[in-house]
Nanobody, 129 residues
Framework: QVQLIESGGGLVQAGDSLRLSCKDS????????MGWFRQAPGKEREFVAA????????YYGDSVKGRCTISRDNAKNLVNLQMYGLKPEDAAIYYC??????????????????????WGQGTQVTVSS
């Protein structure tokens, strides 16, 4: 059973940094690739970053590339998203998701939200200008 709980959201100022965390309460965390997505009001959900089971394959969305780092700690069932230089357009609900697809093992991960199997409830990030 995968149960994802995000934390770390809040109100920050433009230019600030923020670290989001997602913890899986299950026992199979290391069997899943993990991703972060976000959704702003009135917009479609957008891919932010993803990391393979071992951490060897990482993808970033174009809108955050160079401004965030995804990492994971399989011993602690945690995946983190460190964001830098936040902008007002980064404001959104950030969701953590898990993908069990074996293709990640061959370096063929996915940034498509439809491919992710489990989702957290989200954490709100607000950026003031």
């Amino acid at each position: 059973q995968v149960q994802l709980i995000e934390s770390g959201g809040g109100l920050v100022q433009a230019g600030d940094s923020l670290r989001l965390s997602c913890k899986d309460s299950g026992r199979t965390f290391s069997s899943y690739a993990m991703g972060w997505f976000r959704q702003a009001p009135g917009k479609e959900r957008e891919f932010v970053a993803a990391i393979s089971k071992s951490g060897g394959t990482i993808y970033y969305g174009d809108s955050v590339k160079g401004r965030c780092t995804i990492s994971r700690d399989n011993a602690k069932n945690l995946v983190n998203l460190q964001m830098y230089g936040l902008k007002p357009e980064d404001a959104a609900i950030y969701y953590c998701a898990a993908d069990r697809d074996y293709l990640w093992d061959y370096g063929m991960g996915t940034t498509d939200e439809d491919d992710y199997d489990y989702w957290g409830q989200g954490t709100q990030v607000t950026v003031s200008s």
